[in-house]
């Protein structure tokens, strides 16, 4: 491996290293060097001689001649930028914190506030739905089926039914019920006093449950 030096963007030989290129010895390629006049001094390298890259080829050994060609890029030097991070200060970082936990705690309760709303709203449903079959019951059990249907399909459109209401349809239960409870009460009243029907379909009071 033969080493170059380069000085003033140009590539020179030591002496020592053309010799070992060529096979020869020092003494013989000085020789050599100083016939042809193409030796040497860089500053800085003290009394060493050097043979600039060019006139490598004025030597001859041998009947023989060798070239050297250094080859360099456009920009051998890579050049990187690098990127400092910010430095956050500490109380910054702990005042962010501190802010972060706030606004988390307050997160957590709006989440668990509107958790006991939908819990209570389910209980809601659930009671409704128990209460409306009950009374149901007790109108088809006493032969007045057409009274409830008439109820539900008064909310819930000709057909429907209440019982397979779902949770948004809870403020048509908190309707519904209260007429059905109404409905309820009237079977305990005298059997002498005149019952009015809420619609003219009454052929339906002995129909099955429909809900």
């Known amino acids: 491996m033969i080493n170059r030096v380069i000085y003033n963007g ?3 030989y030591k002496v020592a290293d053309l010799a070992d290129l060529f096979e020869v010895s020092k003494y013989k390629m000085r020789n050599i060097i100083k016939t ?3 030796g040497t001094t860089l500053k800085g390298f003290g009394r060493a ?3 600039m890259e060019e006139n490598v080829a004025k030597i001859e050994v041998r009947n023989e001649v060798k070239i050297l060609e250094t080859r360099f890029t456009a920009d051998p030097v890579k050049k990187t930028k690098t990127v400092k991070e910010p430095v956050i200060p500490v109380e910054k970082t702990a005042k962010r914190t501190k802010k972060a936990k706030k606004e988390k705690k307050r997160a957590d309760v709006v989440e668990m506030a509107v958790k006991k709303v ?3 709203l389910q209980r809601e449903f659930e009671e409704l739905m128990e209460k409306g079959r009950k009374l149901g019951t007790e109108l088809y059990l006493a032969n007045k089926m057409s009274v409830a249907n ?3 399909d008064e909310h819930f459109g000709t057909g ?3 019982l397979k209401a779902r949770i948004n349809d809870i403020e048509k239960l ?3 019920i209260p007429k059905l409870e109404d409905a309820v009460a009237e079977l305990l009243e005298p059997s002498d006093e005149s019952e009015v029907p809420l619609n003219d379909d ?3 009071d002995e129909a099955e449950l429909s809900f």
Do not use: P
């Open 118 to 120: 939908d819990e209570k």
């Open 10 to 12: 140009k590539v020179y």
């Open 36 to 38: 042809q006049d193409i």
């Open 174 to 176: 908190r309707l519904i």
């Open 49 to 51: 001689v050097f043979v």
């Open 150 to 152: 008439a109820i539900s």
């Open 202 to 204: 009454t052929s339906n």
């Open 160 to 162: 429907g039914d209440f």
